[in-house]
C-alpha cells in the first residue's frame, strides 16, 4: 500500500516537551550530588503527591523502563538480569532496568546527559499496578541498602468499597515516619494538600488532552499520547506538568480548528488495549497512516487520569485514585469502562496487545475481546508482543493481522 501524500504535522509542543524533560532530569542530576537533597523511588500510579510534600525529588523506573524499549536497547539487557536469576518471563521493564543497572548502562546518559539513574535515597512501591513493582525496587533496596516501604492494595475490585480505602488510607499514613526519617522533613497537611491540588490540575488537563479523540479526524493518536504522557507521569504535582499542558491544549484548540488531522484522510478508529510496544511505536504509526486508520485512544494512557484527587481530602483522595485505577479493577469493570470511551471516541475496532512479560496490562487472556465483540458487536484482534523484549514480537506477522483487521473494518463500512 502506498503512504497517502499528507502527511501530519508534528505538535510544536512536543519541542517545549524536550525542554521539561531535560530540565527534570537536570534537577535529579543535581540532587544525586547535594547531600541534603533526598531522592525517592516512586512506582508509576504511585503516592508521589506524599513523596513531593515531604521535599524529595521523584524518580520512576517505569519511565526509564519504557525508554530502555523505545531506544531499542532492552532486549540485550534482558539477558544480563537473567544472568543474575531473574527471568525472562517476567515484566521486561524490571529485566531491562536491571540489566542496565547490572551493566552500568543509561540511555539517559545520552538522552539528558546524566552519569547514571538517580541513586535513591529511599524506594515507595504501590503494588496496586501488580506485584512485579515490589521485587524490582527489592532489587535496589539490597544494592545500596536503603529503605523500601510500600503499599500493599487490594486488587481486582468490582467495586471500591470502604473496607479497601480504609485499608489503603491506614497505609498511606504509615509511611509518613519513614519518609520523616529519611527526608528529614516535618510531614505538613497543608503542603501535601498543595501538592495533591496541582496533581487534580494535572489530572483535569490531561483527561482533556486524551479527550480531544473524540473529534474526527483525531488531532492525536495513541502514538502521540504515549510521548506527550511523560508529564503527567513524572511531573505530576508539579507546576511544570500544568504549563505543559496549557501549551498543549492551546495547540490542540488551534488544530482542531484547522482540521489538522494526525492521519491525514482518517479512515477508521481504533482503540488500543494494553501496554505499547515502545520499540515498535514507530513502525506501528508509519502502519496505522499507511492504512488510514487512526488509533484514537487507550486504555494505558488513561490510566494517569486520577478523577478523586481532592485537596480537601488529600489522603482519602489519594486512596480512591490508587484503587479506581484501571487496572487494580475487575473484568466486568473494565468492560463497561472500554465501552464508554469506545462511544465517546466512536471507535470501529480494538486492538488488543498481549504482552509476553505483563499480564496485568493484558486483558484479553481471559476472553474479553470475544465478550466484547459479542457484546457491541465491535471487531477486536489480539496481536501478540511485549513492552520492551521484542523477541516476543513479530513484525510480519503482526502487519500482516492489522492490515486484515482494517480490511474487515473497511468491508463492514461499505
Ligand atoms: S504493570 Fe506490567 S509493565 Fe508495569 S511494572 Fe508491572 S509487570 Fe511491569
Given at each position: 500500500m502506498t503512504r497517502p501524500k499528507d502527511k501530519p504535522r508534528p505538535l510544536q509542543s512536543t519541542r517545549k516537551l524536550k525542554t521539561i524533560m531535560q530540565q527534570y532530569f537536570t534537577e535529579l542530576e543535581e540532587a544525586s550530588s547535594t547531600e541534603s537533597r533526598k531522592i525517592a523511588w516512586c512506582t508509576s500510579i504511585g503516592p508521589c503527591e506524599l513523596l513531593h510534600a515531604m521535599g524529595f525529588e521523584v524518580y520512576y523506573p517505569e519511565n526509564h523502563g519504557a525508554l530502555l524499549g523505545a531506544t531499542r536497547s532492552a532486549t540485550d539487557l534482558i539477558s544480563f538480569a537473567a544472568a543474575a536469576g531473574y527471568s525472562p518471563d517476567i515484566c521486561s521493564y524490571l529485566t531491562s532496568d536491571v540489566g542496565a543497572f547490572l551493566k552500568g548502562a543509561t540511555p539517559l546518559t545520552d538522552a539528558y546527559g546524566m552519569k547514571s539513574v538517580p541513586k535513591a535515597d529511599i524506594l515507595l512501591y504501590n503494588n496496586n499496578q501488580c506485584r512485579e513493582v515490589q521485587d524490582w525496587f527489592r532489587f535496589y533496596a539490597r544494592q545500596w541498602k536503603i529503605p523500601i516501604i510500600g503499599i500493599n492494595s487490594p486488587r481486582v475490585l468490582d467495586e471500591v468499597k470502604e473496607s479497601h480505602l480504609n485499608t489503603v488510607v491506614s497505609q498511606i499514613k504509615d509511611l509518613i515516619p519513614t519518609l520523616e526519617q529519611v527526608s528529614g522533613n516535618k510531614f505538613d497537611i497543608d503542603r501535601l494538600r498543595e501538592v495533591v491540588r496541582i496533581s487534580k490540575e494535572c489530572t483535569i488537563r490531561w483527561r482533556k488532552v486524551l479527550e480531544y479523540a473524540a473529534y474526527s479526524p483525531t488531532p492525536m493518536t495513541f502514538f502521540d499520547h504515549c510521548i506527550h504522557m511523560a508529564p503527567a507521569v513524572i511531573l505530576r504535582g508539579k507546576q511544570e506538568a500544568l504549563d505543559y499542558y496549557d501549551k498543549l491544549l492551546a495547540e490542540l484548540v488551534q488544530a482542531v480548528e484547522n482540521g489538522m488531522a494526525a492521519v491525514p484522510q482518517e479512515r477508521h478508529r481504533i482503540y488500543w488495549d494494553g501496554m505499547p510496544i515502545w520499540g515498535k511505536l514507530r513502525m506501528l504509526s508509519d502502519l496505522m497512516l499507511d492504512l488510514q486508520t487512526?488509533?484514537?485512544?487507550?486504555t494505558y494512557c488513561n490510566s494517569w487520569i486520577f478523577d478523586p484527587l481532592d485537596p480537601e481530602r488529600p489522603i482519602e483522595s489519594m486512596a480512591l485514585a490508587s484503587l479506581e485505577c484501571f487496572n487494580v479493577r475487575s473484568e466486568g469493570f473494565k468492560e463497561t469502562y472500554i465501552k464508554e470511551w469506545l462511544e465517546f471516541c466512536n471507535v470501529q475496532g480494538i486492538i488488543f496487545h498481549d504482552a509476553k512479560t505483563c499480564p496485568y496490562n493484558t486483558n484479553s487472556r481471559f476472553a474479553m475481546p470475544t465478550r466484547l465483540n459479542e457484546k457491541l458487536g465491535i471487531p477486536t484482534i489480539v496481536i501478540n508482543g511485549d513492552l520492551n523484549d521484542l523477541r516476543c514480537f513479530s513484525e510480519e506477522q503482526t502487519k500482516t493481522n492489522i492490515e486484515a483487521f482494517v480490511e474487515q473494518l473497511r468491508e463492514m463500512s461499505t
Open positions: 487512526a488509533i484514537v485512544a487507550s
